[in-house]
């Protein structure tokens, strides 16, 4: 069975639910599997790697092993006994699955008490497993396995690894336009630095097939300018000088919509919730004044429409429930006497109301970051009502300079009356 990679949302909307719910309860046997095998496999301080490997992926395939192993690596990411090779390749591998998130939970749960040490070795034999597999279906040039090819319309480059000193590469230009494999002018690099050389590499490849396109065109890049549009007739970009009513046309047919949407799109990278009542009103006027500036797509120039209107835009979202706009992003050690922000669906949905977000952590193994699945104790701001609640339901700890004046009071009363309460009776 194919692996889901959508939303839960995608899913609803697109007919899938049944492919997402049975992808993600093969995922949860996958979990188990793996968490058993390890157990079943771990005797007298010797964990069989090679046979977890070959009972996980004979049952659920490689793909669905190594997501799973992928996703708990990363929910370790801050464990130091995790080799760094094997975080560095569960981020990228996660980077194709727009459902990460959600599955990780699954991970976690059937994965969570596996010994990170062994799940480490298992992953690391997963990895190679599939690595030497693949590898008889790649070329090899000289000792060279070929790892990248980059096509243009008049020529092909390669770039490969040398498979004894997996820290040399070279790039090729394949004088072969008949399908075959015919590499000449390579450039080395085999230096001391094995990443260096990698970087330089890619860097390398890539830079030879755009001078090969480059050598084959000729044309002059056009940049935008006032009273012009530039768009592209019969496969030639072409600009066209514009009068002031048929600019002020095509703004109003495309232009506004074009920059509307790309302000939406820079407010969603900066943790802002377009979805807000009011926001549609702020980036209409944004836009306006974009327009009345004659601004021509600097990213840089969007960014400074947000600046000047964030106050507005903070103002929305403070009366609206909190997001992630409002975490403290730095590096913090404890969580005890910092606000904290319960995430949105822990509420009951008559309850869902920002006064109910905030909570003040006070004690418990959940106050300290690194260590996940743990509970806060603490209580809530708004009513004063005490509880203990599981660290993965709070988006993290509130930014100091948006706390509201209220939960700061809130804070200060409570830290106060704890003070009273340790003071020694006369």
Same mark, same amino acid.
């Given at each position: 069975m194919d692996i889901y990679k959508n939303t839960l949302a995608h899913a609803k909307e697109n007919g899938e639910i049944e492919q997402y719910r049975a992808s993600m309860k093969m995922n949860e046997e996958c979990g188990l599997f793996i968490h058993r095998s390890i157990g079943d496999n771990f005797r007298n301080n010797f964990l069989d790697v090679k046979k977890i490997t070959a009972e996980v992926t004979e049952k659920f395939g490689f793909e669905r092993a190594m997501l799973m192993l992928a996703l708990r690596v990363n929910s370790l990411e801050w464990d130091g006994r995790i080799d760094k090779a094997n975080k560095e390749w569960a981020s990228k591998f996660l980077a194709d699955y727009p459902n990460a998130e959600a599955m990780k939970k699954v991970a976690d749960s059937t994965l969570g008490t596996t010994h990170p040490v062994l799940l480490d070795s298992v992953a690391e034999e997963v990895r190679f497993t599939f690595r030497e597999r693949n590898k008889d279906n790649q070329q090899v040039v000289e000792g060279y396995r070929i790892i990248q090819t980059v096509k243009t319309p008049t020529a092909e480059f390669l770039l490969g690894q040398n498979k004894n000193m997996p820290s040399h590469y070279v790039t090729w230009y394949n004088s072969d336009h008949n399908g075959g494999l015919s590499p000449v002018w390579g450039h080395y690099y085999t230096s001391t630095d094995s990443e260096n050389n990698r970087i330089s590499a890619y860097r390398d490849l890539l830079s030879r097939a755009l001078s090969d396109v480059n050598e084959h065109s000729a044309f002059e890049e056009l940049k935008p300018q006032a009273g012009s549009i530039i768009r592209i007739v019969n496969?030639?970009?072409?600009?066209?000088?514009?009068?002031?009513?048929?600019?002020?046309?095509?703004? +109003?047919?495309?232009?506004?919509? $074009? =920059?509307?949407?790309?302000?939406?799109?820079?407010?969603?990278?900066? !943790?802002?919730?377009?979805?807000l009542p009011g926001m549609d009103r702020i980036i209409t006027e944004m836009a306006d004044k974009y327009r009345d500036d004659f601004g021509y797509g600097n990213d840089d120039e969007f960014e400074a429409y947000i600046s000047e209107r964030e106050d507005d835009i903070v103002e929305?979202? +403070?009366?609206?429930?909190?997001? $992630? =706009?409002?975490?403290?992003?730095?590096?913090?050690?404890?969580?005890? !006497?910092r606000v904290m922000i319960l995430r949105p669906e822990y509420l009951k949905p008559d309850m869902r109301i920002p006064e109910n977000q905030l909570f003040l952590a006070q004690l418990g193994t959940g106050c300290d970051p690194k260590k996940c699945g743990s509970q806060i104790i603490g209580v809530f701001l708004y009513d004063r009502e005490a509880a203990a609640i599981h660290s993965d339901n709070f988006l993290g700890a509130m930014r100091e300079e948006c706390i509201p004046t209220w939960a700061r009071e809130a804070r200060e009363d409570i830290a106060a009356e704890e003070s009273n309460d340790e003071q020694p009776e006369m």
């Open positions: 496969g030639e970009t072409m600009r066209f000088e514009l009068t002031d009513e048929e600019c002020d046309g095509v703004w +109003n047919m495309v232009e506004q919509q $074009n =920059v509307e949407e790309h302000f939406k799109e820079l407010l969603c990278e900066n !943790g802002y919730d377009i979805t929305l979202a +403070n009366t609206a429930l909190y997001g $992630n =706009v409002f975490v403290d992003r730095s590096n913090i050690s404890d969580y005890a !006497g």
